[in-house]
């Protein structure tokens, strides 16, 4: 019997091997069958936005152990890291410009954008450094509206067929976080 962890890390590897999941080459991979493994994860898009969220996570991760300042900087610094990597990802762009559709559906609708605002809000809280920056009633709006903007930056061309500066979205995002101090 396979688990349900055991497939989304062989997935991620396959994901970072090639842009994509192929279900069927995933079961040969795995040793079962195509049926096996969809009773296992459910859909593609759910095993999908698990593998975007736990590649997403690793780098939020990484990022925020290499932040070197608090409050809104170092907030912006987490976000700066993690921008710059995934933009850089040859797997991540690949699957934009293959899947562009699927990327925004998961994205910025589902699962993958639900989890960014919950490690989002987990950010905002510990960039105070011991003493909280904004209200605790409203960090988890606060965390929703910051994640937009950098999601309206990071995935542009998905969402409006342009590029969009990434300094002006810092300014935006430092904007949001300025204002509800």
């Known amino acids: 019997m396979v688990s349900r962890d055991h497939v989304v890390h062989s997935a991620c590897r396959y994901f970072l091997r090639h842009g994509t999941v192929d279900m069927d080459a995933l079961a040969r991979d ?16 759910g095993l ?12 939020l991760d990484r990022a925020r152990r290499r932040r070197t300042r608090g409050g809104v900087d170092g907030v912006l610094e987490i976000t700066r890291y993690f921008v ?26 589902g699962g993958v954008h ?7 809000r987990a950010i905002l809280l510990e960039a105070g450094e011991g003493r909280p920056l904004w209200p605790e009633a409203g960090v988890d709006e606060l965390a ?16 409006s067929s342009r ?9 935006a995002a430092r904007a949001v976080l ?4």
């Not at 795995?30 to 898009?45: E, F, K, P, W």
């Not at 797997?91 to 990327?103: G, K, M, N, V, Y």
């Not at 639900?114 to 989002?120: E, M, N």
């Open 178 to 181: 300025r204002q509800t101090l």
């Open 144 to 159: 929703y509206l910051y994640v937009r903007v950098v999601e309206s930056a990071l995935y542009a061309e998905l969402l």
């Open 48 to 59: 999908l936005a698990d593998v975007l969220w736990q590649l997403a996570d690793h780098l």
């Open 163 to 171: 590029r969009l500066d990434l300094a002006l979205a810092e300014r």
């Open 114 to 120: 639900r989890r960014a605002v919950l490690a989002q």
């Open 84 to 109: 710059t990597a995934l933009r850089g990802s040859a797997p991540f762009r690949a699957f934009l410009r293959a899947e562009p559709e699927t990327a925004r559906r998961l994205l910025t609708g």
């Open 30 to 45: 795995l040793a079962i069958s195509r049926a096996t493994l969809y009773r296992v994860v459910g859909s593609r898009d």
